[in-house]
Each structure stands twice: as C-alpha cells, then as structure tokens.
C-alpha cells in the first residue's frame, strides 16, 4: 500500500529536534543568550532547573553600553524622551526632572497585584527572556540590568509575583513590576531564595548580590513587554507539541484495537488534497502501523466481504484530515513565539546607530495572544478526537466484538472502562470551555490609552490548562487501548479455538456466536453453559460441556499469561514499528497490567500521567525513532 512520503514530516521532526535540544540544555545547565537564538526548547530547559548558569555575549554586552550612553546623551542635551522624563500611558503629557524618581514610581504604581501567585518556574522563564530582549541593546539599559536578572536566576531568587492582573498590551506590567522591585530592593518586595521565602534585600545580601539602582528608562524596559505571555506560552507550545506527537499514536494505537483500515491513509487520499499536517500525518500514522498485523493492511476492495462496516468511522477514518490543522497551527504558533522571544518589545526603542528614538507599541502581544489563542483551538480538536475514539472503543456494539466496556473479567459485574468513558466527556467538555479565544474578550484600559489590549497572558494560562486536560485524555486512551490491544489477542486467539472445535465436528460458526460470543465463553463459563445448552440440538452430538472443557484447557493458560504479563513481548509482535514500542513501554516499564476489574484504574492512570509530566515520555519519543 502506499503512503505520502516521509518527506512531508515538518512537526514531529521540529518537535523531536526540540526534546533534542531541550535535553542538551538540561544536561549542560547553562545557556549563553545573545538576543538573536532563543528558542522555546531552551526557555522550557532553564525554566524547569533551578540555579541554571546563563550568561551574555560580550557583543551584546558591548553594544548595550553604546546604547546606553546615546541615550544618555542625549537626555543630557535638554530632550524629553517618553519613560525617561515624562509619565507613563495616558499620563505622558506629564514632565518630570528625576528620572530615578520617575521609574522608581513607576514600579510602585504597578506594584498592586495579590492573590495567587505564579509559579517560580514561570518567573526564571521571564526572567531569562526579559534578559535576551534587553541584549539586543534597543533599550538603553546598562549591560548589569540582565546581567542582574541572570545572577538572580543562578543565585535561585525568585521574586514571588501575583498571577493576574494584566492585559498583556502594555507588555505585562503588574506581574513584571514585582521582578524589578525586587531588583532594586524595594521595600515590601518578597522573594524565594533557594525556596525559602523572605525580603529581597535579606536574599541579596544571603547570595551576594548587589541591587541595581534604575537609571532612566531601566525600569519601565524591564516591566514594558509581554514577557510573562510569551514565557508561559513558549513553554506550553513546547508541551502542547510532545501532546500532538502523543495523540497520533493514541490514534495508531486505536487503529490497531479495533482493526482499522491503513487504507486510510494511503497517498492517494492526502496527495488529493495536500494539506502540510494532513501529509505529515498520514505519513506518521502509516509509519507508526509499519508491519502491524492488528490492523487491515490490504485495500478493502480487494479483501472478501466480511458483511461488516466497509470502512472505518470517522474519529479513525479522517483522523489525517483532522490533526492537520493541528500540526500546521502548531508550527506556526511556534514560530510567533520564537519571534516574540527574540524582540526588542519595550517602548520607546532606541537606535544609536542611526540616532534615533522611536516611539510605537511592540509591547502589544496580540500576536503572542493570537497564537496561543489558536493553539488552544488546536487542543481542543485533539480532545474532540480522542472522545470520538474512546468512545467507539468502549462501546461493545461498536468495537469490533471486544467485551464490552473493554472489560477484563466477567461483563456482568466488571464495568471495565465506564467510568473513564463518563470521565473522557467530562474532560473533553472542559476542554470545549477553555478553548474559546480570549482575544474578542479585551476591554479598554489605562485612562483608555490601552484601549486595545491583547490579554496574552490569560491566553497561555488557559493553554495550559488545556494541555492539563488533554494529557489527561491521552492517559486514558494509552490505557484503554492497551487493554483493548490484549483483549484483541485474546479474541483472536479464542475464535481461533472455537473454528477449530466447530470444524472438528461440522459445526455452524454463525449459530454459535449468536447464541454465544468468544467473550462469554473466555469471562463467563456458567453463563457459556446456560446459553449453549439452547443450541444443544444442534451440536451433532457435541457435549456442550466437553466443548467447554476443551475450550477451557486450551484458552485459559493464555488469559492467564495475559494477565501476570507474560505475553507482552508476544503480543506486541502484532504491532506496528512504532506502536509495539508503546505497548512495550506501558506493559513492562510502567507495568500497566491488563485490567480484570477488582482493582480500580486510578493507580494506573496517575503513573501514566506522571511519566507524560517527566522526562520519561521525551526518552520514549526519541527511542521510537520514527525519523532517524
């Protein structure tokens, strides 16, 4: 069969480049930042490693000191230049002689935040990228204003900071006017130092660190950009991507549970309508289903009517179709990102070279907001595909003539996979909620200077409470689909007993199954015996109870070995390239064992959401080695 070329793989290639990269940093544990080269793979490294080792190139160092002293200048020579000498926003008719007054009272009119705080790790990330921004020396800062920033993240302060209350136009001021007052040691200002909480000025004096004392313009360049947007976003594209990579093989997984057809994704199809993540990801699913012998690798039109659904339904069918969007707007969410990290975003920029001042609004994050605002769109039909599909899973009329409810022992008191199937609904609900762009919800702000404003950091805290939730569905489905995948094996390898029995004695397999299916046989002997005793007339003289004993002695030793796990490596020899080392993964390093229903699936679940939430899935991903 043919499938769109690996050509077309964009996505999966990016995102495995970036757990790369990621790695690396975390390994190294430090980072040199020129303003040109941050990338969302090394933001999410330092955010996540406390005391991380970062550093500035000497030829930023040397170009923030030349802009620095233009400006200077040319304040000396009489100017009025917005931030430094005038108010700010809608007060910026007003003039005023101190510039260390000015941005001094400047971070205590934002410093008005409370409530819930942000998380330390958010704060090192802004931090960090506050420091790549004021590098790229269009800020007329001094070279120790990020140099101050990253001593505090190697010395482990982290400025304990409120985690609403802006709008992400002017950049976003409130939460960033707590980084730099605890810079300049203001009074009040409360930090964590190596996780204890105190005053700024006890941690500076307990680290060794001197505060910075703002000169014009120092202040409002630390606090006037959307830095806590595109931190938080930065890092939740980095996991909304490991995700996407996660539901593609949930979604081969699943082909594989309930026999899917590859047909699916042959070239002809996606060439027909060549969308980028649509060919990505007919390519991925075809190359993840390398070999399987669970799902349908011939075309239907060739294979004999089996009087069943000529075709696979929707949530498996047109699953390339639907996570292309997906990957394409991931891709370009990222590349939003990666720019916004890149920028000079404060106001007013300054160029030394060509001697000037330029007034405008880079601090506005809409592209940020817009970005992520898509992203979440682009979760939120992750989740819708996953429902879809468990659903059908779970469904005994649905799935193939699996148990129903994916049970694992008798159907009648084992509800299996119900509950989660309730849960799934729940989750993809709350997933349909947070999905809803922030950025038509903005209200006019600041004496209506801010009249527009991109809400960009509510946009990535959403995004990752999306993410939150969807890892939560790939948990399901990683675990359902295992059960189903020994359930399949199982059903195969017990019909394969019964046409074996039937034949011996000339029996009629569709009379039988009708009276009594593979699953009742395997789970229920009492109730097998009930049911085959109404088609007993017609056994050809077959005892009903030496068909059971018989079926009996053959299957049970491999429910069995199903059961202790002893046949993982077996069954998983069923499986495609890249879904048999999933299996593998899930049945014997996190030993998920097959479910038979007296024990509840909560243990299960939690021990695969902790390996999504750690390093575990990044070693797994780069192990299937699906594009080396």
């Not at 430090?30 to 080269?37: A, K, M, P, V, Y």
């Not at 002017?170 to 130092?193: E, Q, T």
């Not at 106001?347 to 592209?367: T, W, Y």
């Not at 948990?475 to 059903?491: E, F, G, H, M, P």
Request: hydrophobic content about 40%.
């Amino acid at each position: 069969m043919e499938f769109p070329a690996k050509s077309n793989v964009k996505h999966w290639i990016q995102t495995l480049n970036d757990i790369r990269e990621y790695k690396e940093y975390i390994k190294a544990g430090s980072l040199e930042i020129d303003g040109e080269t941050l990338t969302i793979s090394k933001l999410y490294a330092m955010t996540f490693k406390p005391s991380f080792e970062c550093s500035i190139t000497e030829k930023c160092c040397d170009k923030m000191k030349k802009n620095y002293e233009f400006f200077t200048d040319l304040l000396k020579s009489g100017k009025v230049v917005y931030g430094a000498n005038t108010g700010y926003g809608g007060s910026a008719n007003v003039r005023y002689e101190s510039v260390a007054k000015v941005q001094e009272y400047l971070v205590s009119h934002l410093k008005a935040g409370f409530g819930r705080k942000a998380p330390t790790e958010l704060i090192r990330g802004v931090m960090v990228q506050r420091a790549n921004s004021l590098s790229k020396a269009r800020s007329a800062v001094r070279e120790e204003v990020p140099l101050l920033l990253l001593e505090m993240v190697r010395k482990d302060i982290v400025p304990i900071v409120p985690l609403r209350g802006t709008v992400s136009a002017s950049g976003d001021l409130m939460p960033s006017s707590y980084i730099a007052a605890a810079m300049m040691n203001m009074k009040g200002s409360r930090v964590l130092h190596k996780g204890v909480e105190m005053e700024a000025s006890e941690a500076f004096q307990l680290a060794s660190v001197k505060p910075v004392e703002f000169h014009a313009k120092e202040a409002l360049a630390v606090v006037n950009s959307s830095s806590f947007a595109a931190s938080l976003g930065s890092c939740m594209l980095f996991e909304a991507n490991v995700c996407a990579i996660l539901v593609q093989i949930c979604t081969a997984l699943i082909a594989e549970s309930l026999e899917g057809h590859l047909e699916s994704f042959h070239s002809l199809l996606h060439e027909s309508m060549p969308h980028p993540g649509q060919l990505e990801c007919a390519a991925n699913l075809s190359s993840l289903l390398n070999n399987s012998k669970m799902s349908i690798t011939d075309l239907e039109m060739r294979r004999e009517d089996s009087k069943g659904l000529k075709q696979d339904r929707y949530a498996l069918r047109t699953s390339p179709q639907w996570v292309a969007p997906v990957l394409d707007t991931l891709l370009r969410s990222r590349e939003k990102l990666e720019i916004e990290l890149n920028s000079s975003n404060d106001n007013p920029l300054i160029d030394d070279e060509r001697g000037v001042v330029i007034h405008g609004g880079n601090f506005q994050g809409i592209s940020v907001s817009m970005g992520l605002d898509h992203a979440r769109q682009a979760i939120q039909l992750c989740g819708k595909l996953l429902h879809g599909q468990f659903q059908e899973l779970v469904n005994g009329s649905m799935n193939g003539n699996l148990t129903p409810n994916l049970c694992g022992s008798d159907y009648n008191v084992d509800m299996g996979f119900k509950g989660c199937d309730t849960a799934m609904a729940a989750y993809c609900s709350e997933l349909d909620g947070l999905a809803n762009p922030v950025t038509n919800h903005v209200l006019s702000a600041e004496l209506h200077n801010q009249a527009i404003n991109s809400m960009g950091f509510l946009s990535a805290r959403k995004l990752e409470e999306s993410i939150e939730v969807l890892k939560q569905m790939i948990v399901q489905s990683l675990v359902a689909t295992c059960q189903a995948i020994d359930l399949r094996y199982l059903k195969n390898y017990a019909e394969a007993i019964i046409k074996t029995i039937l034949n011996e004695h000339k029996l009629n397999e569709k009379t039988f199954y009708r009276v009594c299916p593979w699953w009742v046989l395997v789970f229920s002997p009492p109730e097998a015996e009930v049911r085959l005793k109404e088609i007993s007339p017609f056994m050809n003289g077959l005892r009903f109870k030496d068909f059971l004993s018989e079926f009996e002695e053959v299957a049970k030793p491999v429910l069995e070995s199903i059961k202790n796990g002893t046949l993982v490596d077996r069954i998983s020899d069923e499986l495609g390239y890249g879904t048999k080392k999933v299996y593998r993964f899930l049945r014997q390093e996190l030993n998920i064992k097959f479910n038979i229903g007296a024990n509840s699936l909560d243990k299960d679940m939690e021990k695969v959401l902790s390996c999504i939430n750690s390093q575990k899935i990044l070693d797994l991903l780069q192990e299937i080695e699906l594009y080396s």
